[in-house]
């Protein structure tokens, strides 16, 4: 039975033993939620001791080499799945490692869309909502997730966990912008779409089409009766590639929020294997803000601090937003200047989004980086540097959110 006519997406869930961690229900109504459901792919127990060969990877665990056999078992069809979840305990080395390697070979032998997670003791269901939402975005919309262009009039609203950004598009073009504070969810949402609207010069009446997105996506989505509410991970990254003008081919998506990080790999315009940060806030815009304010300047001038120094004169002992914090702190004390510790700060960032969300995808040029901690300058020369790539920040690249909707909530309008 297809997905069309089952109404659930199939999920095969390839992991090294997550249903006896005591988490499996947390995963299980997460996936009801998102009216998708998990499957265990079956596998020929005699391969479970020679698959190591496979992949070239040869592990003590039975538990992941039953892990592996499983992700053989979706390439090879013999388990028919929409999409793929691949997840180990938080806790353990050699699953991490087994993890990114079968996520490589799920995604090198096949197009089926996974996303790589790692999970602990408590993992909720709300922890895994808009991972799943994402994949399940991917399987059902994917007709939508082509849409290079954009048309009619339409506007999208990010309504995010630090600032809202409302957009309002005609013809494939940006005519009206408005970014604010987020405060009171429904409030900031009408702000900043009003803004978008006066600059535009349009009414209410005259938009076709609206999509929502971000953290406050269904409160806002509801109140203003929007044609698509969708989550941050599948619009942002349409977004991203959208402006940087790179829907054709392989790229790479990093988008630094106000709260989390996501690191997106994409094809043709379409999500092919995303993870989502959000453990720690020290890899995420609330620790610029917190570093900003110790420095005494305001955000929007902590990257002309940052390009100015040399993470390398600052000692950095915590990637932990409170423990960072004080490293720099102490630093500062110790006679370090401003603009080392703003580079300090950057380079934080970008090495935690490294060692975490960027060895949970394939890295493929263009690397496009998006999101509010695109704009401080510190933070794409820390991220090239680390990389030893170039990194591509498209105009209005904190918008993606809102561009993202328009452009999608475009198929809503009738041709």
Not at 70 to 78: D, M
Request: proline fraction near 2%; aromatic fraction near 6%; charge should be negative.
């Amino acid at each position: 039975m297809s997905t069309e006519e089952s109404g659930l997406v199939k999920i095969a869930l390839v992991s090294c033993g997550s249903e006896y961690a005591g988490v499996q229900p947390e995963f299980d109504e997460a996936a009801a939620k998102v009216k998708a459901k998990f499957i265990f792919p079956e596998v020929d127990v005699a391969s479970i001791d020679t698959i190591g060969r496979d992949f070239g990877l040869e592990v003590a665990s039975g538990d992941l080499r039953l892990m592996m056999a499983r992700a053989k078992a979706v390439v090879e069809g013999t388990t028919n799945a929409d999409g793929v979840f691949i997840t180990t305990c938080f806790r353990c080395a050699e699953g991490a490692i087994v993890r990114n390697e079968v996520r490589r070979y799920i995604h090198r032998h096949s197009n089926i869309p996974v996303i790589s997670y790692s999970f602990t003791e408590s993992t909720t269901a709300g922890t895994l909502l808009t991972r799943l939402e994402a994949l399940t975005t991917i399987v059902r919309r994917r007709h939508l997730l082509t849409r290079e262009v954009q048309h009619g009039l339409t506007a999208g609203i990010d309504s995010g966990s630090t600032t809202t950004k409302a957009v309002v598009m005609k013809d494939n073009k940006i005519i009206g912008k408005g970014w604010v504070p987020t405060t009171k969810v429904i409030e900031s949402a009408e702000e900043a779409y009003s803004i978008a609207l006066k600059e535009a010069g349009v009414s209410r009446e005259e938009v076709q089409a609206m999509g929502t997105t971000g953290y406050g996506r269904f409160l806002i989505g509801n109140h203003f009766n929007a044609q698509l509410i969708q989550e941050e991970i599948t619009v942002n990254s349409k977004g991203a590639v959208y402006l940087a003008d790179r829907q054709k081919g392989p790229a790479t998506v990093i988008d630094i929020g106000g709260m989390d990080n996501k690191a997106i790999s994409v094809e043709d315009g379409i999500p092919g294997m995303f993870t989502m940060g959000g453990i720690c806030a020290g890899a995420s815009g609330r620790f610029f803000e917190m570093i900003s304010k110790r420095l005494g300047v305001d955000i929007t001038e902590l990257g002309a601090l940052a390009v100015k120094g040399m993470h390398e004169n600052v000692s950095m002992n915590s990637y932990c937003i409170v423990f960072g914090i004080q490293s720099l702190v102490n630093s500062l004390a110790k006679g370090s200047t401003p603009e080392d510790v703003a580079a300090a700060a950057c380079y934080s960032v970008v090495e935690q989004i490294y060692e975490q969300q960027l060895q949970e995808v394939d890295v493929k040029e263009p690397l496009i980086l998006v999101g509010g901690s695109s704009l401080i300058e510190g933070v794409p020369k820390a991220l090239g540097k680390l990389l030893k790539i170039d990194v591509l920040v498209p105009e209005n690249s904190h918008l993606i959110g809102a561009v993202g909707a328009a452009l999608l909530a475009s198929g809503f309008v009738e041709e």
